[in-house]
């Protein structure tokens, strides 16, 4: 705590470069893989799986425009809980401890060194609006090339609705995760990706890889659209 | 479209005045009976009443208040989770899904009458039956055995009472004595669900009783996840536990409840705790209605409909289906199907294929999980296996503790598919 403290003291007095918050921002872009399968920050990121982190420093929590946040991290927003240097801090080590129900299935990094590694990358995109660094957007959560056809077709929630009943014996409807992933709200595009990835075998998992493997393109279609659109 | 509670207690206030006469309120609608509120039968009546968003009169027959999952029961014993959390009650599927729940026993089917009779003496009418009552244990199974002595010799195959009790004898077990089991022969609930438990129970006896000897005997040449199960119970538990094959008289076994002893092919041990787990069938309620051939009820794949018996469908264990393993995923499976077919039969909303699939992981140690699944389709015949994995031996300890972490994920999931 009182680490922290100080850096937030080095913060206000001197500014915000990257040595002073102690991290590697270098490493922390490394690092920032592990993230950006849902998170894109850069010029022109936008909100995916999770919200765009662009000036996530001193935002509020739950202030991206146009996300739907999870009910857990919408209470946490409603009490006052602000992104900065310590609560994001705390949050990256074990979201599910700051924020209990938050969607984001991730464990946390458990080593301070690559907290403030991130966090110093982070830093980047937060320091001034005008002031983010002039590369493109990190990689969206594109992992996997889909056919724009295949990304075109669009999918019947009825029908995606009876088929969810496959996933929802391991995936909460709700968004809780603990062990399993949320897939609930995820954008069609993102959805239809990842479940593609898992259907040529390109992502690793024999249970996602069995499951996908006898969906055809119109029933990833209506997965997307019914997960995307469940309250 | 998702049930919408508003919607429910608003088309409940609309009938208010007709709240003190139930059975006028439903007149009209469709009913829907199902007996048994496990992992068949508690999904397949909060599907229904959530998908029909009020259009069908859901009852669910169910004795225990609290339903404790057999699934999972196992890492009690290991002491990975405690018997509260394995606890559940049907609250929220009274509350939130509008499904009259009944806490009784099912003692008869009419079918001419489409009735079922419950102990308590009311008789409940349906259009549609569900049973998923699970199994009971065929009767001199093993020799020397019958449910009254399942207290000095416990079968712990139903979750609660029973694999407290298990627990507790293993717990009181002296220094270097003998925990045995008596393995079921197939088909039976949960495949895998025996090596499981000697896994949790060697775990457990590794830390307070480490040279106890645990025993087997297996009538099953084979069984689910060997490979894995052998190596783990080697590397983790070596020396501690033999098991006896039908080669060597696994198959040929009598116990005696009251001198505590397991005899195998003629050879008499004296053992400490002696875990009985019997041939299975049906739970009783499907004899009772007729609709069993054997010791189980056939069904047709694309519904789960009985064979015998167009509007009664049975799921999970006491089903005999074809290609799936008697097991909890597998009931919340069919019993998906089983709602869309049944939603689609009595209110005319469309019916899709029939799909099925199946999960089951095991925990041999702290951290070591392993898991074997397929998904399956309906045929004319049975539901047929398309496709499987199944975890393999040698595999890094972060991949068998994402395992035995994704277990606890399901855990959470399937508890909350089926009680909401």
């Known amino acids: 705590m009182w680490r922290r403290l100080f850096f937030i003291a080095l913060l206000g007095a001197a500014g915000t470069s990257q040595a002073e918050v102690g991290g590697d921002a270098e490493n922390g872009q490394t690092l920032f893989r592990q993230c950006s399968g849902c998170h894109e920050v850069g010029q022109g990121a936008r909100d995916r799986i999770g919200p765009h982190l662009n000036n996530i420093f001193d935002r509020p929590a739950g202030a991206a425009d146009g996300y739907r946040y999870s009910a857990g991290l919408q209470r946490a927003a409603d009490g006052g809980l602000v992104w900065n240097y310590d609560t994001l801090d705390d949050f990256i080590e074990n979201p599910r401890r700051l924020v209990s129900n938050t969607r984001m299935s991730f464990h946390g990094f458990e080593a301070q060194q690559e907290r403030d590694d991130l966090l110093a990358y982070l830093r980047q995109f937060s320091a001034s609006p005008g002031n983010i660094p002039e590369a493109a957007p990190t990689a969206a959560a594109v992992d996997h090339a889909v056919a724009p056809e295949v990304l075109a077709i669009i999918g019947d929630p009825a029908y995606g609705e009876y088929l969810s009943g496959e996933c929802t014996s391991c995936h909460q409807a709700s968004g809780a995760t603990d062990g399993i992933p949320s897939i609930t709200n995820w954008p069609a595009d993102d959805f239809v990706v990842v479940m593609h990835a898992y259907k040529e075998g390109v992502r690793a998992h024999p249970v996602m890889q069995m499951m996908a493997g006898r969906l055809s393109n119109e029933e990833i279609a209506a997965l997307a659209a019914y997960f995307e659109s469940i309250e | ?420």
Not at chain 2, 207 to 229: C, M, R
Not at chain 2, 230 to 239: F, I, P, R, V
Not at chain 2, 369 to 390: H, L, N, Q
Request: proline share 5%.
């Open chain 2, 1 to 420: 479209m998702t049930f919408n509670r508003r919607i429910f207690l608003g088309s409940a206030a609309v009938t208010a005045g007709l709240l003190a006469a139930p059975m006028v309120r439903a007149q009209g609608k469709p009913r829907v009976v199902v007996v048994g509120g496990g992992a068949g039968g508690a999904t397949a009546a909060r599907y229904i009443a959530k998908d029909s968003q009020g259009a069908i009169d859901v009852t669910l027959v169910e004795p225990t208040r609290t339903y404790y999952t057999c699934f999972f029961s196992n890492l009690y014993l290991g002491g990975f989770r405690d018997m509260q959390s394995l606890g559940h009650s049907y609250g929220t599927l009274a509350a939130e899904y509008g499904i009259n729940v009944v806490h009784d026993w099912a003692v008869g089917v009419d079918r001419d009458a489409k009735t079922v009779t419950l102990a308590g003496g009311s008789s409940l009418p349906y259009d549609r039956l569900i049973l998923s009552p699970g199994i009971d244990f065929v009767d001199g199974a093993v020799e020397g055995w019958d449910l009254s002595s399942q207290n000095a010799m416990p079968h712990a195959y139903k979750g609660g009472s029973q694999t407290e009790l298990l627990k507790a004898q293993i717990m009181a077990m002296p220094q270097g004595g003998t925990y045995a089991m008596v393995a079921p022969p197939n088909p039976y609930r949960c495949p895998p669900g025996p090596y499981e438990r000697i896994s949790m129970v060697a775990h457990t006896l590794k830390e307070v009783n480490p040279t106890a000897k645990i025993l087997i005997a297996d009538p099953k040449e084979k069984f689910s996840k060997q490979g894995l199960f052998e190596e783990g119970w080697n590397d983790h538990y070596a020396g501690m536990i033999e098991r006896i094959g039908p080669d060597f008289g696994g198959a040929d076994v009598v116990v005696d409840p009251a001198a505590m002893t397991l005899s195998i092919d003629g050879d008499v041990n004296n053992v400490d705790v002696c875990n009985v787990i019997p041939a299975m069938k049906a739970g009783r309620i499907a004899e009772i209605a007729g609709i069993t051939e054997g010791n189980w009820a056939p069904v047709n794949a694309v519904d789960m409909s009985s064979k015998m018996d167009e509007n009664i469908h049975v799921l999970g264990d006491a089903a005999a289906q074809g290609d799936m393993p008697k097991s909890g995923f597998s009931a919340n499976s069919q019993a998906k199907v089983c709602a869309n077919a049944v939603r689609g039969a009595l209110t005319g909303s469309t019916v899709f294929p029939a799909r099925f699939a199946n999960t089951c992981w095991s925990l041999i140690d702290t951290e070591d999980g392993v898991k074997v699944g397929a998904t399956y389709e309906a045929t004319e015949e049975k539901i047929a296996k398309v496709d499987g994995f199944v975890s393999q031996t040698g595999e890094s300890d972060e991949l068998r503790a994402a395992t035995y972490q994704e277990s606890i994920g399901w855990y959470d999931g399937i508890v909350a598919d089926m009680f909401g």
